[in-house]
């Protein structure tokens, strides 16, 4: 591009400093990048396999900041009406975790551009490479093996030992468990996890597929809770839902799990039952009334 500069005997072209040519290509590669991080992530879809979302649903954006009244540190209590044996015999929290873009994210190595790994490896994301089996077979009729690389949520190793503390864990991921379980056994070497549930324990719907029905972990679902980026994981029981924003490479200073889901879980330890907190809190089930999910559906 040139400027240009007129005079009454001639028209003189001045070539615009170099520095702004530079800035016109890093706005295009910064463009660019952006790009590739929302196309990138269906690369692994043989590994984890179809979402119950899809790119034709409506988009959810989940409270980015829980606004609560949290109870102080030195607050045993579960309300105002509540004794102190009350107390001393509420059952354990059960807290549901999802795996992809809730805890990590994963892409095929062989795809993933070295722009996006950098990025966020000079942000300060950690992460590993995985050897996992796929649902494809090679020729030999062997099980193709496929390489991916992992990013962690930041916080996630401190995230996991807080709430170990105060509940019991378990894993319910719509993934294959050739794919899931080698990445869980990495993030949770140390076991806290009571149970793991993978795609085959999922149910479908007539509005969703792979959908995470919580009576198959509990009966009693006052205290239970599950925390997915995907809230049809969780349309059985909505009540019951803590709607994540999806995690990817490009967010290394995401503070989700430390910052917004944790004092959160904390909170909803001290309830007798967490549903009441959750419905005043996410409005799931207005929320999945809007898009054409009927109340008969759900399962108290």
């Not at 009576?215 to 709607?243: E, T």
């Not at 909170?267 to 959750?278: A, C, E, F, N, W």
Request: net charge negative; aromatic share 10%.
């Amino acid at each position: 591009m040139a400027e240009v500069v007129e005079s009454q005997t001639e028209v003189v072209y001045a070539p615009k400093p170099v520095t702004t040519l530079w800035r016109f290509v890093l706005k295009w590669l910064m463009f660019l990048f952006q790009v590739l991080l929302r196309f990138i992530p269906t690369s692994l879809t043989l590994l984890v396999g179809p979402s119950s979302s899809s790119s034709s649903t409506p988009s959810f954006k989940p409270l980015p900041v829980v606004e609560l009244e949290l109870p102080s540190r030195d607050s045993h209590t579960l309300g105002d009406d509540d004794d102190e044996d009350d107390n001393l015999t509420i059952e354990k929290l059960t807290i549901v975790l999802d795996l992809d873009e809730t805890l990590v994210c994963a892409y095929e190595t062989f795809s993933l551009p070295s722009i996006i790994r950098n990025q966020a490896v000079e942000g300060g994301l950690k992460w590993f490479d995985l050897e996992c089996v796929s649902s494809d077979k090679e020729v030999d009729g062997k099980p193709k093996l496929n390489h991916v690389t992992v990013f962690e949520r930041p916080g996630l190793h401190e995230f996991l030992r807080e709430i170990h503390e105060f509940a019991d864990l378990v894993l319910f991921t719509a993934g294959l468990e050739g794919y899931a379980k080698p990445l869980v056994d990495i993030i949770d070497t140390e076991k806290r996890f009571i149970n793991r549930l993978y795609r085959p324990s999922t149910t479908s719907t007539e509005y969703r597929e792979h959908v995470k029905d919580l009576s198959c972990i509990s009966k009693d679902l006052s205290r239970i809770v599950i925390v997915d980026n995907n809230p049809f994981s969780f349309l059985l029981q909505p009540l019951n839902g803590i709607p994540c924003i999806p995690f990817s490479a490009g967010q290394p200073y995401d503070d989700q799990l430390l910052v917004v889901l944790l004092p959160l879980l904390k909170h909803l330890s001290l309830q007798k039952d967490v549903r009441p907190v959750l419905k005043k809190t996410f409005y799931m089930p207005d929320w999945f009334e809007k898009q054409g999910i009927p109340a008969s559906c759900w399962r108290f």
